[in-house]
């Protein structure tokens, strides 16, 4: 009795370059846009030494008890290292639970700053937009000296404004007296240096918002406030319904990028006021400046506010998204 066996079909050859698995993918996606990833990787790489790295570094040290005395260090010829060690969450619980008594404090002042500027640098560019975007003489010169402020390097005006609010020497000081008043200390009082910052702040970022404005007052259809007008609405009626509408994409970017710049605005506060301050007007990322360059420095507890910073804004740039994108669907 014979049995018939099948024949097992050959199976096909394997060609060079098509082997499955991860290493040839890579090879293949690398020869065909390698000239992209050429042209991103400076850009990684910079990223990642100036951006990621500190960051890295920075949420390592936030879960130690590193400090100014119990870091690495070099004597002459003697080097000393490291006695920090790892304590975990303790630096966080303390930032968050107020036992740290700073926390809170900066907090509501950090909020209270950032809603300050953020509502009168959009109000002031909004209203300078719509000037802009009408006809009138001269209205180039008008939009290049209303940029001017964008234009000059932040330390300059910081500086500038610095002189003007100098209680001897200040241009504020010769006005007042001047009229007969008194000269005033500009910077003396914690007020005063509060509401010193927010003018600057919004000096420096009022040629942002009119500019940002000003493009999307160009992006709405002249039609539509024509056939407002034809309607008879009046002119609140015609911003309110035409003109709030049509800016809508623009105000939910530009109110979120000046949120998170003036969230962060270490310059102007740190150059204005310098060390003339008795903290109360310290926003949170300069009280972990302070934290972390002043006294015995404490690395771990500023790097800790610094992490803690980011999440506030990460939290707060994800619930506004995702808002902005519920109330326009």
Request: proline share 6%; with cysteine; net charge positive.
């Amino acid at each position: 009795m014979t049995t018939a066996t099948a024949e097992r079909a050959p199976r096909p050859a394997r060609t060079p370059g098509r082997a499955s698995g991860l290493l040839p993918s890579i090879r293949r996606a690398w020869n065909k846009h390698w000239y992209a990833w050429a042209m991103v990787a400076p850009v990684v790489i910079v990223i990642g030494v100036l951006v990621l790295y500190p960051l890295g570094y920075g949420a390592y040290l936030s879960l130690t008890n590193a400090t100014e005395l119990n870091s690495a260090k070099n004597i002459g010829p003697v080097h000393i290292p490291a006695t920090y060690h790892f304590v975990g969450l303790h630096n966080y619980w303390q930032i968050i639970s107020g036992r740290d008594g700073d926390f809170y404090p900066r907090l509501e002042w950090t909020v209270v700053w950032t809603v300050c500027c953020v509502a009168v640098t959009y109000s002031l560019g909004l209203g300078m937009a719509m000037l802009l975007n009408r006809p009138m003489r001269f209205r180039l010169f008008y939009r290049l000296a209303l940029i001017l402020p964008w234009a000059v390097p932040a330390f300059v005006g910081v500086f500038a404004w610095r002189l003007m609010f100098n209680s001897q020497y200040g241009v504020f000081n010769d006005l007042v007296t001047a009229v007969g008043l008194p000269a005033q200390d500009w910077l003396g009082t914690p007020f005063a240096q509060k509401v010193a910052v927010i003018i600057v702040n919004v000096w420096c970022g009022v040629p942002f918002m009119m500019v940002a404005t000003l493009g999307g007052l160009q992006a709405i259809p002249t039609e539509l406030y024509e056939a407002a007008e034809m309607d008879g609405a009046s002119p609140l009626q015609r911003f309110t319904n035409v003109t709030v509408p049509g800016l809508r994409p623009v105000t939910t970017t530009v109110v979120l990028l000046s949120t998170v710049w003036t969230f962060n605005m270490f310059p102007i506060i740190f150059l204005l006021l310098g060390n003339n301050t008795t903290g109360d007007t310290d926003i949170l990322v300069t009280f972990a400046y302070q934290k972390a360059f002043s006294g015995v420095s404490d690395y771990s507890g500023a790097a800790a506010y610094g992490i803690v910073i980011l999440l506030i804004l990460v939290a707060f740039s994800t619930f506004y998204r995702r808002r902005a994108a519920a109330e326009q669907s």
